[in-house]
């Protein structure tokens, strides 16, 4: 089966009615999870972006607590999951604001860690390549932001 480019479903969307177009949002979210979260964030969650942000970073607190710290192994597999979590969240958000917000709260998490990511090479790289996604993402903000998550950035590079 040949998949339709996004424009073709856009004019083929645009001849449908109200009720058509309401089936088929309902029918996209009974198949996948990541379609009804994206459809939960659009319909709840994007007019306050502030308790979306909140709401994320009290997930991600929660599972950094619950990493079961024996091995590296199992330390890199939880950091990668959560880091996963939140660029699903990221995409969801589409604003910078929210990508550096979220990737400055994961990173401080992860600097504050223990044991430290500094005796594993796999998470340092981690934790340095969200650290320069985070400085890329904050040259795209107004100016006031910029300077104010740039002080955050700052602090994080030092630890």
């Known amino acids: 089966m040949k998949v339709a480019s996004i424009k073709e479903l856009k004019d083929e969307l645009k001849h449908h009615s109200k009720e058509e177009l309401l089936t088929y ?28 942000i909140a709401q994320i970073k009290k997930e991600v607190e929660s ?7 024996k091995n590296f192994y199992l330390i890199k597999k ?12 990221i995409r969801y958000s589409k604003k ?3 990508e550096v917000e979220l990737l ?11 044991p430290s990511i500094k005796r594993n090479t796999t998470l340092l790289n981690l934790y340095n390549r969200q ?4 400085k890329k993402g904050i040259t795209m903000l107004h100016e006031d932001l910029q300077y104010d998550y740039e002080l955050e950035l700052q ?3 030092l630890k």
């Open 25 to 52: 949002c309902l029918q996209l979210s009974k198949f996948k999870k990541e379609n009804k979260e994206l459809l939960t964030y659009v319909l709840f969650d994007s007019t306050d972006e502030e308790e979306f």
């Open 131 to 134: 650290l320069l996604l985070v």
């Open 78 to 89: 939880s950091v990668r999951k959560i880091l996963k979590m939140i660029k699903k969240y």
């Open 155 to 157: 602090e994080l590079t």
């Open 96 to 98: 910078k604001e929210t």
């Open 63 to 69: 599972q950094f607590d619950t990493i079961n710290k």
């Open 104 to 114: 400055l709260f994961f990173c401080t998490q992860l600097a504050n860690f223990s």
